[in-house]
């Protein structure tokens, strides 16, 4: 995938633990990941910061916000 979008909160496996499992994958390490969630205190930063994501976005948020945050990841500059 060119980028992967991904909640921290999710049913089967949490967001930090398909981060991880993205970034043991040598096909998929390289891959940008942007983490949209309500969490937004300083544990769960930290945790996303030691996972190596790409971006962040927290709820609510207005879907100029991920159009911008993907256009960051992906070269496109973003507003």
């Known amino acids: 995938?060119?980028?992967?979008?991904?909640?921290?909160?999710?049913?089967?496996?949490?967001?930090?633990?398909l981060i991880a499992a993205i970034r043991s994958d040598p096909a998929l390490a390289a891959t940008p990941v942007l983490v949209v969630?309500?969490?937004?205190?300083?544990?769960?930063?930290?945790?996303?910061?030691?996972?190596?994501?790409?971006?962040?976005?927290?709820?609510p948020f207005m879907p100029e916000q991920i159009r911008d945050a993907l256009g960051r990841l992906l070269g496109g500059g973003g507003r």
Do not use: C, S, Y
């Open 1 to 17: 995938p060119g980028a992967v979008i991904t909640d921290i909160n999710m049913p089967g496996m949490d967001g930090l633990a």
């Open 37 to 59: 969630t309500a969490h937004g205190n300083d544990r769960v930063e930290r945790q996303l910061a030691d996972h190596r994501i790409d971006g962040f976005v927290r709820k």
